[in-house]
């Protein structure tokens, strides 16, 4: 039985949207044409997870956990629209509600082992606490501040003593002489060494005391790290079996299990989510999405970082690396632009990188699509191609490959002696009131928001970029750059942050650039190098395509 819902569920009839802007694009590049293929957050679709919310208001069921919620627009074959329904992982200990959608398939194969490793974990966690909260730890810190304490008035009282003793051995050593002085002098040494035996004692007796306890906590210390190690095995084991039997299908009827997806390894949790659950149902049930939203229900999580009633974008970790095989099939994908061959010879290739495209592949099945892995393909001796440096995917311009070893070498070696001369045409948005200069700010990169860079003066690696202004168009100034340092995103973050020219290039939003354009207006126009097997200048240029 199909688990859709009627629109007039979560909204009247006469319900209007005003507003016809997206909010968000869920996104991925098919994982077989390189094709970058969309599915909007509408304002609509926001209103239908609103009134889903207000629906959860009312049942507690809702809110003894926090979680992911999510809902997508489809349209069914005779063209009505209707809503599905997901939450991510279990709901309450459930993984099937009436009303929502289901996990997807696989799960079911392993809920017998799923259930049993599941108590394992819980009786792992309650020895843990009970290991933790060991009495004699207690025990162990209020006896040893106790010997501590007595260490300390003794040391302070013998500190007392000494000195003294050393202001009778100056009176002795002035009024007496021979034997009186010798026996009076030994006295106050015996007096020393009575003291040095009476803090040797209390010592002993702490070790005593303390020793065994200090044992048993150690082998309490060993046990919690032998049931850690044992518990991170048991979730390895399970997420392993449930990546190997967990299939997707995607809009072309594709089925793939969650291991063939990220043979690399998955966060735990992939596959739980809301976005993969809904488009899995959608594609596997004939119906076309439309539009989606996912949103934060019940309690904030543990950091913070989800709030109840906020929507929140495809997590990067589970969600997005499969998103372009999820979507695959769904609409006609944007088509590959060419990749242009500046210059090739028999040791090296320089392409006209279009933007959009990845420099290398990535590590996850997602984002293999890159200029390199397009070249393997095309060219007989393609396997053998290195990229010598790399564009950020939204950079457009000339990116130089490597067909052997020795010339990737060499040039590498040019790129890190800083021998390469590197020109940028980029636009800003807004006008630049200095025709040219120097920005020079340390980079860092939070590892934390990848792959956000930040101007960090503690932790940052140093960064030099010369800039001078082209023109100035209207709102925009069009300045050709000169990165001396190669650190990722430098001109972006030069241009943008407040201690460069604080003005973000045309279509950065990562960088703060809300503009209606379709693409970052940075472009890698020329290159200069010294040719290592000709050795001779080599100048390649690409005509800035803004």
């Known amino acids: 039985m199909l688990i859709l819902h009627p629109l007039n569920d979560f909204l009247p009839n006469n319900f209007t949207v005003s507003d016809s802007s997206i909010n968000y694009w869920y996104q991925g590049y098919c994982p077989q044409t390189g094709d970058l293929l969309k599915l909007p957050r509408t304002p609509l679709a926001e209103a239908i997870a609103n009134s889903l919310m207000q629906q959860m208001k009312i049942d507690d069921r809702f809110s003894r956990e926090g979680k992911m919620y999510g809902i997508l627009i489809v349209e069914l074959p005779n063209k009505e629209l209707g809503i599905l329904k997901a939450f991510s992982g279990l709901l309450n200990g459930f993984s099937v509600v009436e009303g929502w959608v289901p996990p997807i398939p696989g799960r079911e194969e392993l809920v017998s082992e799923e259930s049993r490793t599941l108590e394992q974990l819980e009786a792992i966690k309650n020895e843990l606490i009970r290991l933790k909260q060991f009495p004699e730890r207690a025990e162990y810190e209020r006896l040893l501040r106790e010997f501590e304490g007595k260490l300390h008035e003794i040391s302070d009282r013998h500190q007392h003593s000494k000195q003294q003793r050393q202001e009778k051995r100056q009176l002795l050593c002035q009024t007496l002489t021979g034997e009186a002085l010798n026996q009076a002098l ?23 005391i303390l020793q065994p306890i200090k044992q048993l906590i150690a082998r309490s210390d060993t046990q919690i790290r032998e049931l850690k190690k044992q518990r991170q095995e048991l979730s390895r084991q399970l997420q392993t079996q449930m990546h190997a039997v967990y299939s997707l299908t995607n809009f072309s009827g594709k089925s793939l299990t969650l291991q063939q997806l990220m043979p690399a390894g998955l ?105 390199v892995s397009r070249l393997r393909q095309l060219l007989l001796d393609g396997k053998m191609l290195t990229a010598v440096h790399r564009l950020d995917r939204e950079t457009s311009g000339i990116l130089l490959l490597a067909r052997h070893q020795e010339t990737y070498r060499q040039l590498s070696q040019q790129f890190a002696q800083r021998q390469v001369r590197k020109v940028y045409e980029a636009v800003l948005s807004g006008v630049l009131l200095i025709d040219k200069g120097a920005i020079e700010l340390p980079l860092w990169g ?26 100035r168009e209207g ?72």
Not at 186 to 205: A, F, P, T, V
Not at 452 to 471: A, D, E
Request: net charge neutral.
């Open 446 to 471: 939070n590892p934390e928001n990848r792959p956000l860079q930040t101007v960090n003066w503690q932790f940052g690696k140093p960064s030099l970029t010369h800039f001078q202004v082209i023109s």
């Open 267 to 371: 966060p735990t949790g992939t596959g739980d989510c809301c976005a993969p659950k809904l488009l899995h149902y959608a594609a596997t049930h004939n119906l076309k999405p439309l539009a989606m939203a996912e949103f934060w229900w019940g309690k904030s999580s543990v950091n913070g970082d989800k709030i109840a009633g906020e929507f929140y974008e495809a997590c990067v970790e589970r969600c997005q690396p499969i998103m372009g095989f999820l979507l695959s099939g769904m609409t006609p994908g944007k088509p590959r632009e060419k990749i242009d061959i500046l210059y090739e010879d028999e040791w090296l290739i320089a392409v006209n990188k279009p933007a959009g495209l990845l420099s290398v592949p990535g590590r996850y099945s997602y984002n293999q699509d890159s200029v």
């Open 186 to 208: 030994e006295e106050l040494n015996q007096q020393s060494r009575l003291e040095g035996i009476e803090k040797r004692q209390l010592k002993r007796q702490r070790d005593a």
């Open 475 to 546: 709102n925009y100034t069009r300045v050709e750059f000169f990165p001396v340092t190669g650190r990722t995103h430098q001109i972006r973050v030069h241009a943008a942050d407040s201690q460069g020219l604080g003005m973000v290039i045309l279509g950065d939003r990562l960088y703060g650039c809300n503009a209606n354009v379709d693409r970052l207006h940075l472009h890698a126009k020329e290159i200069c190098f010294q040719h290592p097997h000709l050795r001779e200048s080599l100048t390649i240029q690409a005509k800035t395509p803004f």
